[in-house]
Nanobody
């Protein structure tokens, strides 16, 4: 079994720079793509950023230039550095990981990020 545990969310002022972390626990040989998604109230879950095992990154247009995704493969951990936060970044942020050999990707439980203006 694999479990993803996120941390780092909370209430942040506009312009703030929190960092989210997500650690994958369990029987893991290797992890392919990892990513962050978010879901705001009344909206569908959307991609924020992804990163391959080799470090290639992809960002949603709305966060490009403000957020940075990174990972530590030795620690099975992915990070999301968020800068210049805006109230519209308020959402539950979910970690996602494509574990080698698993039929489906795994999701974390989500961490709330609330940006006050």
């Amino acid at each position: 079994q694999v479990q993803l545990v996120e941390s780092g969310g909370g209430l942040v002022q506009a312009g703030g720079s929190p960092r989210l972390s997500c650690v994958a626990f369990g029987s893991i040989f290797s992890i392919n793509d990892m990513g962050w998604y978010r879901q705001a109230p009344g909206k569908q879950r959307e991609l924020v950023a992804t990163i391959t095992s080799g470090g290639r990154t992809n960002y949603a247009y709305s966060v490009k230039g403000r957020f940075t995704i990174s990972r530590d493969n030795a620690k099975n951990t992915v990070y999301l550095q968020m800068n210049s936060l805006k109230p519209e970044d308020t959402a539950v942020y979910y970690c996602n990981a494509d574990i080698t050999g698993a039929r489906l990707a795994y999701w974390g439980q989500g961490t709330q990020v609330t940006v006050s203006s």
